[in-house]
Nanobody, 123 residues
Framework: QVQLVESGGGLVQAGGSLRLSCAAS????????MGWFRQAPGKEREFVAK?????DYADSVKGRFTISRDNAKNMVYLQMNSLKPEDTAVYYC???????????????????WGQGTQVTVSS
């Protein structure tokens, strides 16, 4: 059974940084695309970043967020710098078997999800 567990969320002031972690278990994730999504109150869950053969980011976080992974440890990270109040959301880790550019930008394409971790950025 695949399990994804996020950690690292919290309250931070605008301009600050946070590092989210996602611990994956139940599979060898080398050939999985790992993604980060977020959902703000009253909004749809949206793509933030992915890593699987290549990395890509939503335009709103490019240059500020960095996704990385350690396949040996089954860990995925999201380093978030220069945080803005509009980054406030619950952040979710997700996984899907398969890699490659041009794929896995929507939530319906992912098979496994974590429980989410709250990130709050105060102005």
């Amino acid at each position: 059974q695949v399990q994804l567990v996020e950690s690292g969320g919290g309250l931070v002031q605008a301009g600050g940084s946070l590092r989210l972690s996602c611990a994956a278990s139940g599979r060898t994730f080398t050939w999985y695309t790992m993604g980060w999504f977020r959902q703000a109150p009253g909004k749809e869950r949206e793509f933030v970043a992915k890593s699987g053969g290549s990395t890509d980011y939503a335009d709103s976080v490019k240059g500020r967020f960095t996704i990385s992974r350690d396949n040996a440890k089954n860990m995925v990270y999201l380093q978030m710098n220069s945080l803005k109040p509009e980054d406030t959301a619950v952040y979710y880790c997700a996984a899907v078997r398969g890699i490659g550019s041009g794929r896995f930008y929507t939530r319906d394409q992912y098979d496994y999800w974590g429980q989410g971790t709250q990130v709050t950025v105060s102005s």
